[in-house]
């Protein structure tokens, strides 16, 4: 959901007051920021709470996000992959986000 949506479903809300609790939130670990560019960023639940892991495709055209789910041999190879790349760094994997940026369906036929 973006600060516009929100904003949209509860006018009476100041802008600040969103992004401020937006801020405590995604602290807290509760909400998830996902940065879209321009300052422009996306908010989902996170996935301690959801016990959902996703990623996402992200329209570099209108700003859509779209939540992505990969088959689970396609995840393990994925994190055998970034543990791989990250190991002569010394650096222990504990998880990963990924987004796919490219152009939606609407937007290329624009």
């Given at each position: 959901m973006t600060i516009p949506m929100i904003l949209q479903v509860r006018p009476s809300l100041a802008q600040s007051s969103v992004y401020r609790n937006?801020?405590?939130?995604?602290?807290?670990?509760?909400?998830?920021?996902?940065?879209?560019?321009?300052?422009?960023?996306?908010?989902?639940?996170?996935?301690?709470?959801?016990?959902?892991?996703?990623?996402?495709?992200?329209c570099t055209e209108c700003g859509a996000v779209t939540p992505v789910t990969l088959a689970d041999a396609i995840e393990a190879k994925l994190v055998k992959s970034l543990t791989a790349a990250t190991e002569p760094a010394r650096f222990r994997v504990t998880g990963h986000r990924l987004d796919v940026l490219g152009v939606c369906a609407a937007c290329a036929s624009a």
């Open positions: 937006l801020s405590v939130l995604q602290s807290a670990g509760l909400v998830t920021r996902i940065a879209l560019g321009d300052d422009h960023a996306h908010f989902e639940l996170s996935e301690e709470l959801t016990g959902e892991h996703h990623h996402h495709t992200v």
